[in-house]
């Protein structure tokens, strides 16, 4: 056990670091934040392209899934206005039909995002400032992960 002396010294040293040190910032709540106001952006005052409806809720969804392909979290050609009931029970409950339907309704997005799909892209917090400044100002052509791709 440190002796009094070392122990106190330890906590100061804490206390210190603790109140003079810049905080990092953690990257899950500015990524949480970031991917609200872009659905926000994709979804507001845009029409269902399933069933043409516009309601006061619409959600955007992603053609590919975030959780399986975080790298086009924030790119447009993924993303979507559906309203809820065309998203929530329909576009998850019958993915392969879904799939078609994206093939059909969207045949040079469904090429871009098959080869997007697997550029690396990381999301550090430098990143994702300049993300939210691209779709606080609705810059499209900068929410695209891989612009040469659609040349």
């Known amino acids: ?31 949480r934040a970031v991917q609200r106001e872009f659905n926000k952006m994709i ?3 845009q029409p269902c392209v399933k069933c043409g ?11 590919y899934s975030i959780g399986s392909y975080p790298n086009l979290r924030f790119d447009v050609i993924n993303v979507v206005s559906m309203c809820g009931r065309c998203h929530n029970f329909w576009y998850h409950l019958e993915p392969m ?7 059909k309704k969207y ?7 098959l080869k997007a799909k697997n550029k690396l892209v990381q999301h550090r917090i430098p ?3 300049e993300i939210r400044k691209f779709v606080k100002d609705k810059n499209m052509k900068k929410l695209l992960i891989a612009p040469e791709l659609l040349a």
């Open 1 to 31: 056990m440190p002796s009094k002396h070392k122990r106190k010294r330890m906590v100061l040293r804490s206390t210190v670091s603790q109140y003079l040190m810049p905080r990092k910032k953690k990257i899950g709540p500015l990524k």
């Open 43 to 45: 979804a507001s005052g």
């Open 53 to 63: 409806g516009l309601f006061k809720v619409m959600q955007c969804s992603h053609l």
């Open 97 to 103: 039909e879904s799939r078609d339907w994206v093939v």
């Open 107 to 113: 045949p040079g997005r469904y090429q871009y995002l």
């Open 127 to 129: 990143d994702l400032e």
